[in-house]
C-alpha cells in the first residue's frame, strides 16, 4: 500500500535550517509529483512547492523562493524539504504530499496520499 | 489573507444537507480545477472531491462539488456526526508566476 513516512519532530533556534524527509514506498516513486504543505499552530493549509522526481525539476511559492529547497533521492525513494534562515513564523507541521500529475502541468493539486507529518518549533 | 474565500464556520443537524462556498477569482478558481480536503484534528488532510467534483474511492457521495465562473462548493448531504471537521478549497493560482493555494478552511459542526 501507499505511504509516504516522514522524519521526526525538531527543534531549531531561530536563523537556523532544518531538512525534513519524506520516505515513499507502495507505489513508483518517479510517476508521481511531490508536493510539501505547511500548517503553522491553530492555522490553515499552505502550499509550499513541489518536486518532480523524475527530473529533479520544482516549483516554489513565491513566499518560500530563496530560503526552501526541495530534493530527492530516487535510489531509496525519498524527497527532502530543507528551510534556511528559521524564524519563528515557520513554527509548523510540515506535510508532504503525494501529486497526481497526468498532464505534466504541475498545477493540479489533486493529493491523494498524505505523510503523517512533522512538527518543526523554532523556539530560542 | 488567503487568496480563497471560505466561511470561517458552517453548522448542521445530522440529515441535513450543508454547502460550504469557495471564492476566488479569474487567475484561479475559473482557468484551474478546485480540489476538497477534510481535516479531522490532529491528522493529515484527505482528499474528498477532485477536478471540481469527482470523488476519489471510499469517499461518500453525500459529499459533492460543483464549480462556476469563479466560484466552488462543496455539498454535503444526510450530515453525519463524523463529517465534523475542516474542510480546505485549493486551486492552482496562475497569478506571481504561479501557485498552489488554499481556502482559509472552514469548521464544519454537526449540532
Known amino acids: 500500500q501507499v505511504q509516504l513516512v516522514q522524519s521526526g519532530a525538531e527543534v531549531r533556534k531561530p536563523g537556523a535550517s532544518v531538512r525534513v524527509s519524506c520516505k515513499a514506498t507502495?507505489?513508483?516513486?518517479?510517476?508521481?509529483?511531490i508536493h510539501w504543505v505547511r500548517q503553522a499552530p491553530g492555522q490553515g493549509l499552505e502550499w509550499m512547492g513541489w518536486i518532480n522526481p523524475n527530473s529533479g525539476g520544482t516549483k516554489y511559492g513565491e513566499k518560500f523562493q530563496g530560503r526552501v529547497t526541495m530534493t530527492r533521492d530516487t535510489s531509496i525513494s525519498t524527497a527532502y524539504m530543507e528551510v534556511n534562515r528559521l524564524t519563528s513564523d515557520d513554527t509548523a507541521v510540515y506535510y508532504c504530499a503525494r501529486g497526481v500529475n497526468y498532464d505534466g502541468s504541475g498545477r493540479l493539486l489533486e493529493f491523494d496520499y498524505w505523510g503523517q507529518g512533522t512538527l518543526v518549533t523554532v523556539s530560542s | 489573507q488567503s487568496v480563497l474565500t471560505q466561511p470561517p464556520s458552517a453548522s448542521g443537524t445530522p440529515g441535513q444537507r450543508v454547502t460550504i462556498s469557495c471564492s476566488g477569482s479569474t487567475s484561479n478558481i475559473e482557468s484551474n480545477y478546485v480540489y476538497w480536503y477534510q481535516q479531522l484534528p490532529g491528522t493529515a488532510p484527505r482528499l474528498l472531491i477532485y477536478r471540481n467534483n469527482q470523488r476519489p474511492s471510499g469517499v461518500p457521495d453525500r459529499f459533492s462539488g460543483s464549480k462556476s465562473g469563479t466560484s466552488a462548493s462543496l455539498a454535503i448531504s444526510g450530515l453525519r456526526s463524523e463529517d465534523e471537521a475542516e474542510y480546505y478549497c485549493a486551486t492552482w493560482d496562475d497569478s506571481l508566476s504561479g501557485r498552489g493555494v488554499f481556502g482559509g478552511g472552514t469548521k464544519l459542526t454537526v449540532l
Open positions: 507502495g507505489y513508483t516513486f518517479i510517476g508521481y509529483y
